[in-house]
């Protein structure tokens, strides 16, 4: 498959898979698994190497993310829309920091990453933003409003604008998906 074709069967995978997690349809995760494995291939080609490790981690997220919506509430039943808690969000600071100065200085020392530490930062706030999903947590919207909008400008000096477009898109499923959770949860403690 050319990269091109690739690049648009990934970006309609992903924006079905996005749309279905602001309705919290456990159908995004096999339908995201498919769209993160053709961005490996995708981000390796334009050399960004921190995007395509983090596929991987997103493969095994989502995976998780699976089990836990359908099983990871009380008693094993599917899990619902909850807040991070305070300690989560210090262990997700602390996290992206220290993850982007390491994973920014290893690419910049050990490759020849485009826009490394911009990469990185990213990166490693999609894992923080991708856990939070998982576990359900309103706040993720929040994350991916910050990394859709960092995404937007990093895609565009790389040429991918169709991913571009893609992150554009995203930016609106994160903020729609944002209110859809937030009522979900308003709904869950009424």
């Given amino acids: 498959m050319p990269e091109s074709a690739a690049e ?8 079905i898979s996005v749309y279905l997690v602001t309705k919290e349809n456990v159908w995004c995760y096999p339908l995201g698994i498919i769209s993160v494995f053709l961005y490996i291939f995708i981000f390796y080609e334009v050399k960004l190497y921190a995007d395509m ?15 836990e919506w359908l099983y990871g509430g009380a008693g094993r039943t599917e899990l619902q829309v909850t807040r991070v808690p305070r300690s989560g969000w210090l262990w997700s600071a602390l996290f992206v920091v ?16 485009s826009l490394p530490y ?12 991708q856990w939070m999903m998982a576990r359900k947590h309103l706040e993720n919207w929040t994350l991916w409003i910050a ?11 790389k040429g991918l604008y169709v991913t571009m477009v893609l992150y554009a898109v995203y930016l609106g499923l994160a903020v729609y998906g944002y209110r859809e959770w937030r009522r979900s949860l308003g709904q869950s403690l009424a």
């Fill in 8 to 15: 648009i069967v990934a970006v309609v995978l992903g924006l």
């Fill in 118 to 129: 911009v990469d990185s930062f990213l990166a490693v706030l999609s894992m923080a933003a």
């Fill in 98 to 113: 220290a993850g982007t100065a390491a994973l920014g200085a290893t690419l910049h020392q050990l490759t020849d990453a």
């Fill in 53 to 67: 490790g983090l596929q991987v981690f997103f493969i095994i997220l989502q995976a998780y993310g699976w089990y």
């Fill in 147 to 157: 990394v859709n909008i960092g995404s937007i400008g990093m895609y565009g000096v």
